[in-house]
């Protein structure tokens, strides 16, 4: 069974710090996506990576595909309270998508 | 906006009924996603569709059913609910393939309660 470790699944932090979310996995992935979710919504996709040591920004968060594409990272800088929400990841890998189970993101005014 | 709705939004049974749930795409997209969110599980994928009549398991489908009759719909049917079916169900799409996952678009999800 291949999984894909996300961590931390809780975060409150105050608004303008800094912050990391990662996903692991023993797997090697295709692609890596990173969805955010509002209550009540369904995923949006933020990003995909798709190549080893790749980096990609949005705005104030950073996203980065580790060299052996078994892990990711997804860094805000200057944390606001718009975003607050639950981040997923997702490692696309034979023919499926691989689901973290989610970080839970609070940020506080 | 993906043209991607769910219905019902909310639903309350009781163990033993079956419930079935909707989704509808105006997108024409050929693949089609069920999943459902717990806490702790992140998404895990019932059963998947790629085209009309078409379908497949996915790693949590025991004691779910799907149906496929037209491109724009795909049913979830609980024959017989259990309260561990209990959770909230989402409806994907994608405009990728099996082979290459593009971006999955979802609906707002059918929270099903099962007493």
Redesign the interface.
């Known amino acids: 069974t291949q999984l894909l470790e996300q961590s931390p699944q809780f975060l409150s932090i105050q608004e303008g710090e800094n912050l990391t979310v990662y996903c692991n996995s023993s797997s090697v992935f295709s692609s890596l996506q990173w969805y955010r979710q509002e209550p009540g919504e369904g995923p949006v996709l933020l990003v995909t990576v798709v190549t080893g040591g790749e980096v990609k920004k949005l705005k104030r968060l950073t996203f980065q595909f580790g060299d052996a594409r078994k892990d990711s990272s997804l860094h805000i800088t200057a944390a606001q309270p718009g975003d607050t929400g639950l981040y997923l990841c997702a490692g696309a890998s034979n023919y499926q998508l691989i689901w973290g189970a989610g970080t839970k993101l609070i940020i506080k005014p | 906006d993906a043209g991607i709705t769910q219905s019902p939004r909310h639903r309350v049974t009781e163990t033993g009924t079956p419930v079935t749930l909707r989704c509808h795409q105006t997108e024409n997209h050929r693949y089609m996603y069920w999943y459902r969110q717990d806490p ?6 019932i059963h998947y569709s790629y085209g009309v009549k078409d379908t497949d398991k996915g790693e949590v489908s025991d004691g779910y059913s799907v149906s496929r009759s037209k491109t724009e719909d795909f049913l979830l049917t609980l024959e017989s609910a259990t309260s561990s079916q209990t959770s909230v169900y ?1 409806c ?1 799409i994608t405009t990728g393939t ?4 593009g ?7 059918s929270r099903l309660t099962v007493l």
């Open positions: 702790g599980h992140g998404l895990r994928l989402f994907a099996l082979a290459n996952t971006e999955l678009f979802f609906g707002e999800g």
